[in-house]
């Protein structure tokens, strides 16, 4: 083996020094996209405060972790590390879609809770351990990053949420015994 035939091979070795440098710049970009994630706390207030869920009570709330999440409760919800909201969640070194995953729906690891969440009730959405609602958010189509589209992506997530909210809150309420206000 005196000669390196595989044109793949030789694009690496002669220029590795650059394809290291970007692939360095993937850490770089996940701690951007977790913070643009992070941000979307403020555009979900913003939505509350204009009232787009007319109901007293409800917050908004960012976790953090491996796998943050943002989303909403209602003040009278037990409020435990495992007890249910409604969120959005990542990984926390994911990038945009569609190479990270994104979920939302409701979020519980508590088995009492997950009894109004059926499949007749909830045709549309997933089960799995920690989730006894959920689905994966659609990614956005093509080169959404570039100008100003991270906005339409921002309204996209909240209005998301929102969606959500209004499709989910009803059967927290029935599963953590709490009437809707």
Do not use: C
Request: net charge negative; no cysteine.
């Amino acid at each position: 083996m005196n000669r390196i035939e595989d044109e793949q091979i030789k694009f690496f070795l002669e220029h590795q020094a650059r394809i290291r440098e970007w692939a360095a710049l993937e850490g770089e970009v996940s701690k951007f996209v977790d913070r643009f994630y992070r941000s979307l706390k403020s555009d979900l207030d913003a939505a509350l405060r204009s009232g787009r869920i007319a109901e007293d009570g409800v917050r908004s709330f960012l976790t953090g972790g491996r796998w943050p999440g943002l989303g909403l409760r209602r003040q009278g919800w037990p409020k435990g590390k495992d007890d249910p909201d409604v969120r959005l969640e990542w990984f926390h070194k994911t990038l945009f879609p569609p190479h990270g995953e994104l979920y939302y729906g409701v979020r519980t690891n508590i088995e009492s809770y997950r009894s109004p969440f059926t499949k007749e009730a909830l045709p549309d959405y997933r089960s799995a351990k920690w989730w006894p609602a959920y689905q994966y958010l659609d990614p956005p189509q093509d080169r959404f990053w570039e100008d100003d589209n991270l906005k339409e992506y921002r309204n996209y997530i909240v209005e998301t949420i929102l969606t959500a909210w209004k499709d989910l809150a009803p059967l927290v309420d029935e599963a953590v015994g709490h009437p809707p206000s």
